[in-house]
């Protein structure tokens, strides 16, 4: 059994890279915090995404969290502190622009920019633990990493509605029957079902890969 827990040992960086077969795994590295977001961790992740795009050993990407949670999106705290510098581009750009399919393992709590991260993912696997929320609106923002299109796109503008305008959570279940995840797997062996799902993207020729995920941006 493959755990993220394992793959971050003792690393103190809040973005934690790991190879595991042909798949590069990205972990969110913030426990205390909910994983969410500093303005460092956003200028550092697109050189995470290229570096797993120009190797020629890692077919795909998986993005999960250190439990218990995915990622609560941007640090809110950090935002309060100071004006914010505007950090381009951002996460869910980059991961919409990847040529290579990403995996958005989500082990826990998945909110607001967070799940604008996952929405931007070619496949959003859910562990039995994991729950979504859109809080943009409960703290006074606007979502502006493309959830107003992504997250319709997914569950259909009423559910889209339903969760923008009253923050609240879905379960895992729930996301699977409107349709923002692919599937559900132990929170056990969420990683091991997501590293099996990047062997079968192996058998898939890397250029019909890319020409499927531009063709269903």
């Known amino acids: 059994m493959t755990r993220v827990a394992d793959l971050v040992g003792a690393a103190s960086a809040h973005l934690v890279t790991q190879t595991v077969g042909r798949a590069r795994v990205i972990v969110i590295n ?3 915090a909910r994983n969410a977001l500093t303005r460092q961790m956003r200028r550092d992740f697109p050189a995470l995404i290229q570096a797993a ?26 935002r309060a502190a100071g004006a914010e ?5 951002n996460p869910a750009e980059v991961l919409r622009a990847a040529r290579k399919p990403i995996i958005a393992a989500v082990n826990g709590a998945c909110v607001t920019g967070a ?20 809080t943009h609106a409960k703290v006074g923002l606007m979502p ?15 559910r889209a509605r339903h969760m923008m305008l009253t923050g609240e959570f879905i379960d895992a279940r729930t996301a699977l029957d409107w349709g923002l995840v ?17 062997s079968r993207i192996t058998a898939v020729h890397p ?11």
């Open 53 to 78: 795009e120009s190797d020629s050993q890692i077919d795909a990407v998986i993005l999960t969290g250190m439990d218990p949670a995915f990622s609560a999106g941007v640090d809110l705290k950090e």
């Open 182 to 198: 692919n599937e559900i797997a132990p929170h056990d062996t969420l990683l091991d079902r997501c590293v099996g799902l990047v």
């Open 85 to 89: 510098p505007l950090v381009k581009p």
């Open 144 to 158: 502006k990493w493309g959830q107003t299109t992504l997250l319709p796109d997914a569950i259909g503008v009423r």
């Open 207 to 217: 250029e019909c890969a890319a020409a499927v995920l531009q063709e269903l941006r």
């Open 115 to 134: 799940l604008e991260m996952a929405l931007s993912c070619s496949f959003i696997i859910a562990s039995t633990e994991a729950r979504f929320a859109d």
């Open 30 to 32: 913030r426990p205390d």
